[in-house]
């Protein structure tokens, strides 16, 4: 072989593999699009934060993703998924009797079960704010949800203590999606959401009404 395909062979290596680290780095998906990919609603939640300046809501955005891209879902046991799974189900069947109420356990729950998942424990309004960012960084189209389950839990927040039953449903129809997304996920995926796993799973909804509502 000549040298001159030798140097052209060992080029063409050189640019494939830098073009690898280009594209596995802890870069990807910090740019516009890829940060718009990735976030989804948060995106646009965190501009709207920062006044329409989009230069500043990225910042804030690759600095999540700096914090806890790299986080790594803990394991489930069989029994763990279940006692969690069977949690929900009675925090559901409270709503009949006390609406508000179920909305508090549940936001609770949600918080516990994301910190048995390795996310940061939520026990205190600093770290909760921390493991809201972790959990935008890989559930970015849920997380909206327990934020306003936060928000409509009681009048400690002091925003929706009002909130009337059929808010409150809503509030707790979208939350569940992350709390689904929480038990299914496997450990070492990521950021990559999780799907509702079994038929059981899928045919199940949230549609519960308050006793004497006619439906």
């Not at 970015?140 to 927040?157: F, L, S």
């Not at 950021?191 to 009404?209: M, N, P, Y």
């Amino acid at each position: 072989m000549s040298t001159v395909l030798i140097v052209v062979g060992l080029i063409v290596v050189f640019v494939i593999v830098v073009a690898l680290v280009l594209y596995l780095g802890p870069g990807r998906g910090t740019g516009k699009a890829g940060l718009r990919r990735r976030f989804g609603p948060e995106y646009d939640r965190a501009v709207a934060r920062h006044d329409g300046n989009t230069a500043e809501a990225e910042h804030e955005l690759k600095e999540r993703v700096a914090r806890h891209g790299d986080l790594r879902v803990l394991p489930l046991s069989t029994e763990q998924r279940e006692r969690w799974t069977a949690q929900w189900a009675g925090v559901q069947e409270r709503f009949v009797e006390s609406p508000a109420e179920a909305v508090g356990q549940a936001e609770r729950l949600i918080a516990d079960l994301a910190a048995a998942r390795g996310f940061p424990a939520a026990d205190s309004p600093q770290a909760y704010d921390e493991q809201l960012d972790a959990l935008s960084v890989h559930h970015a189209h849920r997380v909206d949800a327990y934020r306003r389950m936060r928000i409509a839990a009681g009048p400690e927040q002091g925003e929706r203590a009002g909130a009337d039953t059929e808010e409150l449903r809503e509030v707790m129809v979208g939350a569940r999606g992350l709390f689904e997304q929480l038990i299914v996920a496997r450990p070492g995926e990521g950021g990559r959401r999780g799907r509702l796993a079994g038929r059981a799973g899928r045919k199940e909804s949230f549609s519960v009404r308050p006793k004497g509502s006619g439906a």
